[in-house]
């Protein structure tokens, strides 16, 4: 009950605007009268059958064909794109199906349609059947033009902000590697007193150039 009050209100909302509806729109509008005989009859405890199996048993009479695969890829994807920011964790999975749906509708129109677009073609069902309960849920959702231009303010002022506070990390780095000082290692000698520092004890006249030959250290020296 509180699910069809919830419908019925934004279909008074879908009144009071000026611009041209879209299809899903348009038949939540005409879906007005059904909206109000089920909360009616919910409220006097009646049982009422759902317009759903009303239309399949009417399409059935009437001798109406099953919807193809492309028409039940138009048909859900008349939903504008952007409400998957109300869907919040949800957002990514919907915008991803319907961008998928989208390339696939594109695909079924073309005059010729190689192998592996027909295996793209081959995931539509699979693709419709996650996507179709992520698009119930938005439209089911209260909301009006002004929350989707509230969120994307919200958005954009964040990215706005992520992009400030990366360039002041980087000139902080920038500014901290010029004012450090240069930090270098202090120059070392080794002084040979008497022959302390090297191994073949040189202490007299040699004939042997000892003191410029390396292999004369004293180890560890």
Known sequence: ?????????????????????????????????????????????????SSAALESATALESGDHEP?????????????????????????????????????????????????????IAEAPALLEDFLPLRS????????????????ARREAAARAAQVAAAAAVANVAVADQVAPKVTSPPRIGIDVGGVLNKHLNDSDSAEPWDTVTDSAAPGA
């Not at 919830?6 to 611009?19: F, G, M, N, R, V």
């Not at 028409?71 to 869907?87: D, G, N």
């Not at 849920?137 to 969120?151: K, S």
Request: avoid cysteine; charge should be neutral.
């Open 68 to 120: 193809s695969i492309l028409e039940q890829i138009e048909s859900a994807l008349s939903i504008e794109s952007h409400v998957a920011m109300l869907l919040g964790p949800s957002e990514k999975k919907f915008r991803m199906l319907h961008k998928k749906l989208r390339e696939i509708a594109k695909l079924m129109k073309q005059d010729q349609i190689v192998k592996n677009q027909e295996a793209k």
């Open 1 to 49: 009950l509180k699910a069809l009050r919830k419908k019925l209100k934004q279909i008074e909302e879908l009144k009071k605007k000026k611009a041209e509806l879209d299809p899903e729109a348009l038949r939540k509008l005409n879906s007005e009268q059904d909206v109000r005989d089920e909360i009616a009859a919910l409220e006097s405890g009646a049982v009422l059958e």
């Open 137 to 152: 849920v938005a439209m089911e959702m209260d909301y009006d033009e002004n929350d989707i231009q509230e969120l994307k």
